[in-house]
């Protein structure tokens, strides 16, 4: 690896800031959902709102050079009418500056699923005037911030919060639609694009990106019927995110199929089109946890099912998808507490694809592992955790020998914080966070390891092929 290779963590403002009505901030559509289940939340979370230089100077000693962290949108514009808090914007300047001052290069995301409730009771991203609203957003970070920062990301998971929201409904706003499901993901793209259009009229520094919850698709055998359920797949899981932002082209055989079974597209309208085929990002974020292993479809209504529960096996993730495909489990695979499959050749294959695909600058924006820790020791012995990370970094450098532009790779994530709906026990930090006694901070084992990954270039890394 060489010196400007990125090492760092991971977060997002929701999962660690806490402090969710200081400083004029106003209620996102996360705080207005849990707040009325009354379920666990991120009122304090890490608290990382409070205590971001304890953070910063943990990862400065861990050894890492790079941060990559999320905007809080509803800190910084508090109405419709795109009001701007000034408060917000200078918690990011202090942010910034610290990580600058520890020589650590910021890594941002505009939006990490946090949606102001303003907007969420106006339609969200069912309403186009949420694209107009975040390309405003988007243009008031960007100038304000401009010159501090070299790497811009747009959204985070497009799909992920897309289809949780809108098809699952295991998160806000929980509908179960697919006319809905296909319409958020039109306007996410177009707000994308949007901002990618702002980014380059102001002239602002740096590069710009999007991050995607990639997961490279795997066919049980290689009949026909197989191959062609994995193509369905991939414009499902990959195609319809990375396509688009990169070449400004959706799938058409995708968009084909949506119409054929009954789904309205009128909304993508010719001039909206226009920019998202004028638009394309300069580099690749990928979150790589699992693959996607699928056989032809068979029978069944399209069931989509997350796991979290934390107990393997029974909230059973599920993914059919009518017509188009069926995911299976490999029986000779590892899972998680949460039934995600552990499987670094994944990551290795997608990079080798990826890069055939798209020839972009990729870092990898996310990858690790949730478990439950006794965090009340000294110190969490995470093996488990370090072998996780050895196998797919080892996995990265494989595909960097093979030719893959690789500039970077974040841990998900920097210290424990809130899992969405999976809460705190699902922990994936480095550092434990104690959130039953004053959420106080102690480094894993795993950190340790990760400092002495970095100082050594990667050759610390025990090596193997996949
Ligand atoms: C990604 C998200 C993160 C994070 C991570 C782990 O999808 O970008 O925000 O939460 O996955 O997922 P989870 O917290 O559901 O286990």
Redesign the pocket.
Known sequence: MNNSFLWGGAT?SY?CEGAWNEDDKVDSMWDAYLHEKGLENGDVASDFYHRYKEDIRMMKEGGQNSFRFSLSWPRIILDKEGTVNPKGLQFYHDLIDECLRQGIEPFVTIY??DLPQYLEAEGGWQNRATCDAFMHYARVVMKEFDGKITYWTTF??PR?FIFNGYFIGNYPPECHSAQMTIKGAWHVLLAHAMAVQAFREEGIQGKIGI?H?YTPVDGVDDRPETLKAMRYADNYCNNWVLDTATKGEIPQDMLDKLSAEGIDLSFMNEADLQIIRNNHVDFLGL?Y?SRTLVKPYTEGETTLIVN?TGKKGKGTSKTIVKNWFEQVQDPDSEYTE?D?EIYPKGLYDGLIRAWERYHLPIFIT?N?I?CYEDVSVDCVQDDWRISYMNDHINAIMNAMDDGVDVRGYFA??SFDLY????GCE?R?GLVAVDFENGLCRRPKKSYYWFKDVIESKGERVERRKL
Do not use: L
């Open positions: 997002a999962q990490h699923w985070n998971e992920w991050v919850s979150n946890y979290n949460w995600t996310e690790g949730g998900w994530s899992s969405w709906k999976n699902k994936y």
